[in-house]
């Protein structure tokens, strides 16, 4: 049973115990129940709001930026949902924020949003609508507008919204600027509080903040031999084989030099111990085509053997290998993967054992050992030069120097100037050697030349390794979040982005979902294990773990305040967008000579309103409404 099951059922046990104690008159007058929405009506903070609004202009001041700002965001929004819709009925392949459940926002049950920030997300939650709704409230003291009622909404026991019902007689006989600024007061609020909290966010709190020492791991390989180690997610690696390390880089120099069985000191967050970690050479990842013929599926699939030479690690794979252009290949597994080897282009003179249990070994000989590439690209250099388009080739030596891999074929061109012709080895999809001539291209992100090809990072279209860990980018996460990643941050994705206070909000907004836009894994902020990864100095320090607590509130309401405000401007009924666009309509249908003006307006606000409907089911349920027609 998954965790939306388990989440309905509450929802439905609150319901019944909710309308019981309605029905049976124990609850207060201020609380009604709908279901699972509970609404709690209040006339308290009206007085406070009145004394609040005294300076009039100051806030019909703030009132006017903030409309101007939400009649772009309007625009804006409602371009942005119909290219989304588009996007979702073209793309035969949703992305995991398309997915329906994504689109809500509770923990757990949205893929983005984990369990261990719920009261951070709720405590987000509950105040940017208080913000929000408070906002309404006080533009309507400020312009004269009697309030009937507030108060909060709660879906169960989550608050999901804030009210602020104005008088409506009152509301109609206030001019339209003034309900105009009334409408645009919560999303002004909620951008306005966005702003403080990330500069909070932004400067002393994430400047407290640094990466710890170590290799921080972010995942472990089911069957690697770490796994077998007992390593987990959110332990530190500080010492290879007794020699302390600082960074990923230095983890990945020290145990390059390290034997088949090296000790390797944990840091887990409370104690530290050493284990040892028995090396095996596994595939870890697969190109389509691969010389060798695998597909990574789970099981994992081990190279036992280069040129009948024992291997244990990448270095031992690479001795093996030498300067030799081919290598025989012995690859370990369950039946199914020693079958795909045996099935590879140019594995006919393949040969092996097999077990009783299904596990085995395969020897597949003359297997090209390079860098593989898995695209040409057209009218580029090498396809100039005679490559062809769509066929896999396996780069073995660029002007006489030997490339076994996707670095040494970066640290070869790199060393090349653009308009250089230099010869090109490459073995096709068939095993047969070919040499092209080709005039380098300038790189597009670096110096030195280029060939025209996208290239598999790993050998011969194998991603290996031999300990079976991930790193997590501690250091480049908070590089992105405006703080000093330090030596760990090199190499961040996205980093030029944020070398503004715009670039860094942006970037703040999609870092939980930042899988889809090219980084490791989701940040979802400094929780769980992850804490393990960041050490707090300066005045904060004394806060201990609650500095922690503290930037996840602070990334959290930012990043709930600026999406409710964006939602709030879509040009829809009864979203303050909705409510604006109305007021604009009546400004422009007011000087145009038409009979039945009220009617104009009307058909304007619904039929935005309909075409926002349908752009929002067209996001969530596009893919779903192609298929269930046989389209895709």
Known sequence: MNTLFWVLTGVLAYSAVAMWLRNEGILPDAFRVSGPVLTLRTLRGRAFLGRLAAPKRFWRAVANLGLGGALVAMVASFALILSSARSAFTNAQP?????????????????????????EIVAGLAGAMVVHEGAHGLLCRVEDIDIESMGLVFFALLPVGAFVEPDEEATQEASRGARARMFAAGVTANTVLTIVVFALLFGPVVGAISPAPGYAVGEVNPGSPAAAADLSQGDRIVEVAGAPVETGAEFEAAIADAGDSVALTVDDGDARETVTVDRELQVVGSAGGNPLGVTIEGAPVTIAAVNGEAVATESAFYDAVGGDERAA???????????????????ENASGVETAD???????????????????QEDGPIH???????????????D???VV?????????????PGETVPVTVYDADGEQATYEVELDPHPSRDGGFIGVSVFPGTSGLALDDVGVTEYPAGAYLELLGGDGGEAADGVPLGGVTQSPLGLVFVALILPLGSLFGLPFNFAGFTGDLTNFFVVEGPLAALGGGAFLLANLLFWSGWINIQLALFNCLPAFPLDGGRILRMVAEAVISRVPISDRHAAVRTITVSSGLVMLAGLIAMIFGNQILTALGLI
């Open 95 to 119: 992305s995991a924020i398309q997915q329906p459940q994504n689109f809500l926002i509770i923990p757990g049950v949205n893929d983005f949003l984990p369990l261990s920030v719920a009261p």
């Open 329 to 347: 290949l012995t690859v370990t597994g369950n039946a199914s993967v020693l079958d795909q080897v045996r099935d590879a282009p140019g594995a």
């Open 358 to 376: 299904g596990e085995g070994a395969v020897t597949v000989p003359d297997v090209p050992i390079g860098a593989y590439v898995v695209g040409v």
């Open 384 to 398: 100039d030069a005679g490559a062809a388009l769509g066929e896999p080739l396996t780069i073995v030596s660029v």
């Open 400 to 402: 006489g120097e030997r």
């Open 405 to 417: 891999d996707n670095g040494a074929l970066s640290a070869v061109l790199g060393e090349r100037d």
